[in-house]
T-cell receptor
């Protein structure tokens, strides 16, 4: 019930294309869903986050879509660029706790 | 800008050694975390601390302990290192969120090899 399942494990996208990463959770007590971006040799950094009271959040080329009834959320990267090549982690937090539950990560490669 | 600094980028130790990984944050954050990152497994929480001298077990605490004597410093200790503890270790901190949850700020990691 504490898991966050992330797919795909890796993704190759053409420059200018749309990258889509999906996550699913079980625990309905989660109330904060961040996405982290990690470049090689660096720690993860917060990219964008959403709370379940909205169905979509957009920041530049990055959009989170949230489906509360299905307990799923996804990250869309529009006009993907080679500089977006990184590992992306979805996560879930909440229920009054301190713990963040991370997905297994998606390695994105954008071809130039 | 928040800075989380891990003392070593790369570390090589021998089986059975006691290993210390140090983490310092400069933003007066209440919460600090230690994760290990392994391919295909994502980030797994080892221990976290929400205040000085307070610690809580995460999902995989076996073989590890932690120390938080000062607010800005959180140490991870491998009591007797084993080869299955070879991994990337990430430290993170976050401010106390009150009614909300705050994002975590990560260090750049320590790649630890146990021979």
């Amino acid at each position: 019930q504490q898991q966050v399942k992330q797919s795909p494990q890796s993704l190759i996208v053409q420059k200018g294309g749309i990258s889509i990463i999906n996550c699913a959770y079980e625990n309905t007590a989660f109330d904060y869903f961040p996405w982290y971006q990690q470049f090689p040799g660096k720690g993860p950094a917060l990219l964008i986050a959403i709370r379940p009271d909205v169905s979509e959040k957009k920041e530049g080329r990055f959009t989170i879509s949230f489906n509360k009834s299905a307990k799923q959320f996804s990250l869309h990267i529009m006009d993907s660029q080679p500089g977006d090549s990184a590992t992306y982690f979805c996560a879930a937090e909440g229920g009054g706790g301190f713990k963040t539950i991370f997905g297994a990560g998606t390695r994105l490669f954008v071809k130039a | 800008d928040v800075k989380v600094t891990q003392s070593s980028r790369y570390l090589v130790k021998r089986t059975g050694e006691k290993v210390f990984l140090e983490c310092v944050q400069d933003m007066d954050h209440e919460n600090m975390f230690w994760y290990r990152q392994d391919p295909g497994l994502g980030l797994r929480l080892i221990y976290f601390s929400y205040d000085v001298k307070m610690k809580e077990k995460g999902d995989i605490p076996e073989g590890y302990s932690v120390s938080r004597e000062k607010k800005e410093r959180f140490s991870l200790i491998l009591e007797s290192a084993s080869t299955n503890q070879t991994s990337m270790y990430l430290c993170a901190s976050s401010v106390e969120g009150g009614t909300g949850v705050q994002p975590q700020h990560f260090g750049d990691g320590t790649r630890l090899s146990i021979l």
